[in-house]
């Protein structure tokens, strides 16, 4: 069994959990390898072991069976896309504040050896296709785990925004923005911003209003096979961004549609507890 271990170096420090895990691994029969999901600046400081040999991302995944990344949400998302690309699992081990994502602690690393027994389960999450219409051309695409997040500059004005769930209109109103998320991501931002929770497992397309200027403006659970759209009013001295799973801001323009629908393709997470989903909100979200 090849099982890739992706750290994040900014907050595994000195990279001790994944040398820990990486000798459980192998003391248990797999076959692993360390790849970093991103390069390091220079002068970054961070504590990087030089006897360690890292692989590159794209090689380590070619003909891997899992891969257990170790750090936050932030990480874990990065790391389910990667593995969505070569269709294997990911399984999260939390060295962030929350972990929402992660299916184990630090603590827990004993479990991994639970992997080449095959003892563990895959559960599989919606994603969501996001695309950018500027003129009749599509000038931007991602795919969300997480959200779609649309919001005003730093500039303290509101942008206008229309959404519509297929050809009717879901609501128009005017705000700090709105967020756009799975059921995995319900949990995140849209929760607070005032969303729902929904089951991960569920296939459906939360719009969440982020402060919004109308009384009418509410969150809507939509069903998943409806195409949203979200059209950008005039911006004219205001701007604004959209944001896929927290990643690098693209800037919008009036007029923009900003184009969401489930995706075909699923990320797959490796779960190896019993842990239930409602455990899991009490334990990690209940003593926030």
């Not at 994040?8 to 390898?33: E, H, S, W």
């Not at 879901?170 to 089951?199: C, H, K, L, Q, W």
């Not at 949203?228 to 323009?253: E, Q």
């Amino acid at each position: 069994m090849k099982i890739v271990l992706s750290p994040n170096p900014y907050r595994d420090k000195g990279l001790k959990a994944v040398q820990a895990a990486q000798k459980i691994l192998r003391q248990a029969g797999a076959d692993t390898c360390i790849a970093l999901p991103f390069a390091l600046d220079k002068g970054s400081g961070v504590d990087v072991p030089a006897h360690l040999k890292f692989i590159d991302p794209e090689a380590a995944l070619q003909g891997a069976d899992l891969l257990v990344c170790f750090g936050g949400d932030g990480t874990i998302l990065h790391a389910a896309k990667d593995a969505q690309a070569h269709n294997i699992p990911v399984l999260g081990v939390n060295l962030g504040s929350v972990g929402f994502m992660a299916e184990l602690e630090v603590a827990e690393l004993s479990r991994l050896s639970k992997l080449t027994e095959g003892k563990y389960a895959v559960e599989e999450r919606m994603m969501m296709e996001v695309s950018v219409r500027r003129e009749g051309k599509t000038i931007f695409r991602d795919l969300a785990l997480n959200d779609a997040v649309i919001t005003k500059g730093a500039i303290a004005r509101v942008i206008e925004l229309e959404v519509k769930s297929d050809a009717a209109q879901v609501g128009r109103f005017s705000g700090d923005g709105v967020i756009v998320s799975t059921p995995t991501g319900s949990t995140a931002y849209s929760m607070s911003a005032g969303g729902p929770i929904v089951e991960p497992t569920a296939e459906n397309i939360l719009v969440t209003p982020i402060c919004p200027h109308a009384l009418h403006a509410r969150s809507f659970v939509l069903g998943g096979s409806r195409a949203v759209t979200v059209r950008m009013g005039k911006l004219s001295r205001k701007t604004a961004y959209l944001s896929v799973d927290g990643g690098k801001a693209f800037r919008l323009g009036g007029g923009d549609q900003v184009e969401l629908r489930r995706s075909e393709r699923k990320a797959q997470l490796a779960k190896l507890t019993n842990r239930s989903f409602y455990s899991v909100v009490e334990q990690k979200l209940g003593r926030m």
